[in-house]
């Protein structure tokens, strides 16, 4: 579906943020959705267009969340499902959040960082507090990192996130390594974004919060955060330093979920006009409970069925983006969303500076920093029990990127289907090394059953005797086999 009017600045092509994520242009979108809600015609023709896979428009998108006809509605998580199994298939990813530092100069008012918070404990870890965070993650089997600071140009410059991430590379704790490190940081400058390129990060996180100017300035009323249009670029200044894996996400229930989720879609496509290669991750995060924070403090909290249902549309409209979510959500959510779009999730994790090492700082209780509560507290071996009870392949895979395929490479053979090659056995071979090192036998057990029966999914024969080959290598003891 085109866009009919001209009348507006709206260009995704634009660098400048106001004409990429325009006002009149989600305005616009939000009363056709409003107006076509019932329109079965229209949104069987989008359903249609959809299953074959090569992703919807905003306005297309919106009016699957708008569509009040229970049918369509039904047919819409149909359909999700389908195209989540048909590029995932059962595959789940897994990674652990590590927070460096909760200095912040910024006044967000939805985070217990900000700046005017005077009970919450403050921490920077050393490069020594690193390691031992590093180890302790490690010992749980995680390979894949997403490192979190506040900002502050005093006590975490980039130097001493440039180290930290040196610092985590480097350890190799008995057979344990982190893989690769997702860099959740500040807004900053191309040169910066350069530097954090060269240290080999792997996706440069930076969510939104809010796509609506004026409620992004109210959310954010000093600090260098409350500039929306040095925010809002951010990902262009990435892309400029040559970061080509960016991920984006907004903070639901800030505000009116229908303009934010235009918004992220209208990011998305801007990303992929401008620079030729999409968001590789949306992240779907809700608003918790916090030091100093209350979510009804919000009037915008997302209901659990609208949540489900923006999810199963993202899923639909932008097939091979990774679609995270934390342990924000309950067991039972993260059920429900892995099966209709989640394609990855974090487990065990601690939303604390140093709460995963046994901290011998008397003076300070990593739990005090806590940046929101989390609601899955299961361990990590209990985590991948779960998954893999449901039928989910859990997959500690960290290979794309480590074997250069970021950026327009990826989606290449994302949208080509052949990089579910390389996924399905990364991901069994990935999860033999789990089971080897830290699983109880309890989950060994129900491990072995699904790692034979996933071995079958795999399409090529040369590929499928590579991986037998290399699970009994790694039965032998080597590690690190990947495709
Ligand atoms: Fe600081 Fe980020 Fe929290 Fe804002 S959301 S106060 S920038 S840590
Ligand atoms: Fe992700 Fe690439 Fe591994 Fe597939 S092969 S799970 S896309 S890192």
Redesign the pocket.
């Known amino acids: 579906m085109e866009r009919e009017d001209n009348m507006y600045k709206y260009n995704p092509k634009s660098s400048v943020a106001e004409e990429f994520i325009h006002d009149g242009e989600i305005l616009d979108t939000i009363a056709f959705g409003e107006k076509n809600k019932n329109n079965r015609e229209l949104i069987e023709s989008i359903l249609e267009k959809a299953k074959e896979r090569k992703g919807l428009n905003h306005r297309e998108a919106f009016l699957l969340v708008s569509c009040e006809e229970e049918d369509l509605n039904e047919k819409i998580f149909a359909l999700a499902k389908e195209i989540k199994m048909h590029i995932y298939g059962n595959?789940i990813?897994l990674f652990a959040p590590l927070y460096l530092s909760n200095y912040c100069i910024n006044s967000c008012v939805y985070c217990p960082y900000h700046v005017k918070n005077k009970h919450i404990a403050r921490k920077k870890l050393t490069m020594e507090e690193i390691r031992q965070e590093t180890i302790a993650l490690q010992d749980m089997g995680h390979k894949r990192l997403a490192l979190e600071s506040g900002e502050h140009p005093i006590e975490t410059p980039i130097e001493y996130i440039l180290e930290a991430i040196e610092t985590i590379y480097s350890v190799h704790h008995k057979n344990g390594e982190i893989r690769r490190v997702n860099v959740n940081i500040a807004a900053t400058t191309v040169e910066e974004y350069r530097m954090l390129k060269e240290a080999g990060i792997g996706t440069y996180i930076l969510f939104q919060e809010t796509y609506n100017k004026k409620s992004y300035e109210a959310l954010h009323p000093a600090g260098p955060k409350s500039n929306y249009a040095y925010h809002t670029e951010a990902m262009d200044r990435a892309m400029e330093g040559g970061i080509d894996d960016v991920g984006i996400g907004v903070l639901f229930g800030l505000n009116n979920y229908k303009y934010d989720f235009v918004g992220l879609l209208l990011h998305g496509e801007h990303l992929e006009a401008k620079y030729g290669v999409g968001p590789h991750t949306i992240s779907v995060p809700r608003v918790r409970p916090a030091d100093d924070i209350d979510p009804e403090d919000f009037t915008n909290a997302l209901q659990d069925d609208v949540f489900e249902k923006l999810i199963a549309v993202i899923r639909i409209a932008a097939p091979y983006v990774?679609m995270i979510m934390s342990t924000r959500e309950s067991q039972e959510m993260r059920e429900r969303a892995l099966e209709i779009g989640i394609s990855q999730v974090s487990g065990a994790s601690k939303t604390s500076v140093g709460g995963y090492a046994d901290s011998e700082d008397l003076e300070f209780d990593p739990k005090k920093s806590e940046q929101f509560d989390v609601n899955d507290t299961r361990t990590l071996d209990e985590v991948i029990r779960w998954l893999l009870s449901l039928g989910h392949l859990p997959?500690f895979?960290?290979?794309?990127?480590r074997n250069g395929?970021t950026g327009d490479r990826?989606m290449a053979m994302?949208k080509s289907g052949e990089?579910s090659n390389?996924?399905q056995p990364?991901?069994i071979m990935t999860l033999q090394e789990f089971f080897n090192d830290y699983a109880s036998e309890e989950t060994k057990i129900i491990g072995k059953k699904v790692t034979e029966e996933e071995l079958e999914f795999i399409q090529r024969e040369d590929i499928k005797d590579y991986t037998i080959k290399s699970l009994k290598k790694i039965d032998e003891g080597l590690r690190d086999f990947?495709?």
């Open positions: 595959r990813v990774g997959s895979c960290t290979a794309c990127y395929r990826f994302a990089i390389l996924c990364n991901a990947n495709l």
